[in-house]
Structure formats: structure tokens, C-alpha cells
């Protein structure tokens, strides 16, 4: 116990060694943390993404209690490190007890990007082959950022040409109201074009007239430009 409550100490006094004011102050900026928006009141330090992907292989053996308290802390940018050490961990071990407890720390996992870095890599992964209900549910939630763990974590399905739950939640999400939620939903449409075209048109034929516009521009990214465009148009 005491070894870990250290390993935490000397991790957090590497990241304020690590820490850029001006580099803090832009990333208040590009995660919007003013008044009202989706980050409001987020703090960072500005520590570089490679050097807390570098820190998380380096303390990979801290315990979930010590990733708990980074999870738990005000400042982004250990939440994201303990996030990578949380995706590092259920990738060698695949325990259920790591997703449990992915899933009780959801108001912790709260910017896109700590939900793009984590979502596909644990709750996706684990669910591959078991029943996705719990995505279901998380799409019908009133938290944003629990939406977007919904969406996201169907990366891991859609990479194994499994694409049911992409198209069910994305259906789900088409009249959400969150601009992250249409980004969101965009890419992995795109996504599933990616591997085959002839299922996304389908769903788009069927939903791209009412789908919000940042939605479908994302969704239809790798189409020709020609049939781009009439979707565009909505002349498909």
C-alpha cells in the first residue's frame, strides 16, 4: 500500500516537472473550458500527450485505488493518464473487474477525447462477444459524455466487421442535440464505410435527410465527390 500511495507521489511530481503553462492555457482553449461550454471549468498543467502515454507504461502497476484518485482529480490531464494506465491495464490482463470499474468512473471520463482514448479499448473490447445492453442504456443517458462512451465503443465492433450495434446506436443518436454526439456518430458511420460502403449507404438512404449536417459530412468524408455532393444536395 504504502509503495503505491509513493509510486502516486512520485508520479504526479514527474507530471508537474512535465507541466507547460503556455501549453495548459491552449488546451483550455481547444477543450472549451469558458463559461457554458461542453469543458467548462476543466483545468489542465499541459503536460504533452507522449509523455503521459510515456508515464502510464512506466507506472502501469499502480493499483486501481491509486487510478481511482487520478480519475478523482480536477486537473485533465490526470484523469487522462490515469485512463491510459486503466486502457493499458485491461489490455494485458482482459479482467471484468477493470471494466466494472471503467463504467462506476464515467463522471470522471468527461472530454471527448477521454472518452475516444478509452471507450473502444475496454468497454468495447470486453463486449465484443457478450451482450451489449449496457451501451444501450448509456445511449439513452442525459450525460453527453456517456452518449459518446455508447457510440465510441462500437470502434471495436466495427474493426471486426460487426456493425448491428454501430447502426442501432447511431439510429439512436440521430436526433441528438450535441454537436460532439454528430461528430461522434459521423465517424463512426464513416467507419463502417471504411470496410463496406454498400451498409453505410444503406443507412444513409434511409436516415441521411434528417441527419444533422456535421453527422452526415462526417459520415460521407471518403465518398466520391460526385456522390458527396448529391448526398449533400439530397438528391440521392
Not at 53 to 72: G, H, T
Not at 143 to 159: D, P, Q, T
Request: aromatic residues 12%; glycine residues 6%.
Amino acid at each position: 500500500m504504502f509503495l503505491f500511495i509513493f509510486m502516486l507521489e512520485k508520479l504526479k511530481r514527474e507530471m508537474q516537472e512535465l507541466s507547460d503553462p503556455k501549453r495548459a492555457e491552449v488546451n483550455k482553449w481547444f477543450f472549451k473550458t469558458g463559461p457554458g461550454q461542453y469543458g467548462e471549468g476543466t483545468q489542465f498543467i499541459g503536460v504533452g500527450t507522449a509523455d503521459k502515454r510515456r508515464l502510464a507504461k512506466k507506472y502501469i502497476d499502480l493499483s486501481l485505488e491509486e487510478v481511482q484518485k487520478l480519475l478523482d482529480d480536477e486537473v485533465h490531464d490526470f484523469r487522462f493518464l490515469g485512463l491510459v494506465i486503466l486502457t493499458n491495464k485491461f489490455t494485458k490482463s482482459k479482467d471484468k473487474k477493470i471494466v466494472d470499474f471503467y463504467l462506476k468512473n464515467t463522471k470522471n471520463i468527461n472530454n471527448w477525447d477521454l472518452v475516444d482514448l478509452s471507450s473502444y479499448k475496454i468497454l468495447g473490447e470486453f463486449l465484443r462477444d457478450k451482450d451489449k445492453s449496457v451501451l444501450y442504456k448509456l445511449a439513452q443517458s442525459e450525460n453527453l459524455w456517456e452518449r459518446r462512451i455508447a457510440v465510441i465503443s462500437c470502434f471495436a465492433f466495427i474493426r471486426n466487421n460487426d456493425f448491428k450495434d454501430a447502426l442501432k446506436i447511431s439510429e439512436m443518436l440521430l436526433e441528438d442535440e450535441h454537436d460532439l454526439i454528430h461528430k461522434a456518430v459521423g465517424w463512426m458511420l464513416r467507419e463502417v464505410g471504411k470496410r463496406n460502403q454498400s451498409v453505410l449507404e444503406g443507412f444513409l438512404k434511409n436516415h441521411y435527410k434528417k441527419m444533422p449536417r456535421t453527422m452526415l459530412r462526417y459520415s460521407i468524408e471518403r465518398f466520391e465527390e460526385d456522390l458527396r455532393k448529391k448526398y449533400l444536395c439530397g438528391e440521392v
